[in-house]
């Protein structure tokens, strides 16, 4: 497939008026600590990615119509909305498209990479009425990880898991070459800080605390942080 300079990738939700599912976890948590690690892998790569969740929203067609200007006024070439399902008693990954394209060929390759952590394959489905999917001008999917109210797949939930799964997937479809520090992936996760966030908001995020933090960056006053710095989290 040809290959890509840009990409969009849209954390979903996490906005006032769009909020996310509420079950076992809350899909806003997974959609971020998903997407956020997806984003640090893909511009690991020297990717273009630009990232489409707005800073704030006014109803939730500002949302969506916010997310899809940064795709289009950015020039991806192609777009990827992170989401996380609520259904009772259902479980597994979908993904969503306007079938019969460069989307479902794209998905098609990072289904499998998906489902081979152990999820359930619920295919590729065709929603072509979705905002971002159909107002976006360059092919676009929208991804189910795994349904954030599932006790089968919030056991042992690893949003690093699902986003390296995700992120072979886009590289396999792209022909991307991946970053070269592949062996060391379980032991350590990078974060890059943004607004809002503090030493105790990430810690918490990631299961750890704020003096480890504090200990394996190096940091020399916990309370000041900057926007865009790169953290070791374990
Ligand atoms: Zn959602």
């Given at each position: 497939?040809?290959?890509?300079?840009?990409?969009?990738i849209?954390?979903?939700?996490?906005?006032s008026?769009?909020?996310g599912?509420?079950?076992l976890?809350t899909?806003?948590?997974?959609?971020?600590?998903?997407?956020?690690?997806?984003?640090?892998?893909?511009?690991a790569?020297?990717?273009?990615?630009?990232?489409?969740l707005?800073?704030?929203?006014?109803?939730l067609?500002d949302s969506?119509?916010?997310?899809?200007?940064?795709?289009?006024?950015?020039h991806?070439?192609?777009?990827?909305?992170?989401?996380?399902?609520?259904?009772?008693?259902?479980?597994?990954t979908?993904?969503?498209?306007?079938?019969g394209?460069?989307?479902?060929?794209?998905?098609?390759?990072?289904?499998p990479?998906?489902?081979?952590?152990?999820?359930?394959?619920?295919?590729v489905?065709?929603?072509?009425?979705?905002?971002?999917?159909?107002?976006?001008?360059?092919?676009?999917?929208?991804i189910?990880?795994?349904?954030?109210?599932?006790?089968i797949?919030?056991?042992n939930?690893?949003?690093?898991?699902?986003a390296?799964?995700?992120?072979?997937?886009i590289?396999?479809?792209?022909?991307?070459n991946g970053?070269?520090?592949?062996?060391?992936?379980?032991?350590?996760n990078?974060?890059t800080?943004?607004?809002?966030?503090t030493?105790?908001?990430?810690?918490?995020?990631?299961?750890?605390?704020?003096?480890?933090?504090?200990?394996?960056?190096d940091?020399?006053?916990?309370?000041?942080?900057?926007?865009g710095?790169?953290?070791?989290?374990r």
């Amino acid at each position: 497939m040809s290959k890509i300079n840009t990409i969009a990738i849209d954390i979903g939700h996490n906005v006032s008026f769009d909020g996310g599912a509420v079950g076992l976890r809350t899909e806003d948590s997974l959609n971020l600590e998903v997407g956020r690690q997806l984003i640090d892998k893909l511009r690991a790569t020297g990717l273009k990615v630009i990232e489409c969740l707005p800073q704030s929203a006014n109803s939730l067609v500002d949302s969506l119509s916010k997310r899809v200007q940064a795709a289009n006024d950015g020039h991806a070439d192609f777009f990827v909305s992170i989401h996380h399902n609520y259904f009772e008693g259902a479980h597994g990954t979908e993904i969503l498209c306007i079938t019969g394209g460069r989307a479902e060929e794209v998905t098609k390759i990072i289904l499998p990479e998906i489902t081979n952590l152990g999820f359930t394959n619920r295919g590729v489905k065709d929603r072509r009425e979705l905002y971002v999917l159909k107002n976006t001008n360059m092919s676009a999917i929208l991804i189910e990880c795994a349904f954030c109210d599932s006790p089968i797949d919030m056991n042992n939930y690893s949003p690093e898991k699902m986003a390296e799964a995700i992120f072979r997937g886009i590289c396999k479809a792209f022909e991307i070459n991946g970053p070269v520090n592949n062996t060391s992936s379980d032991q350590t996760n990078y974060y890059t800080v943004v607004k809002g966030d503090t030493l105790y908001s990430i810690a918490k995020r990631y299961g750890t605390t704020v003096q480890r933090l504090v200990e394996v960056n190096d940091i020399c006053d916990a309370n000041v942080i900057r926007v865009g710095e790169r953290m070791v989290v374990r």
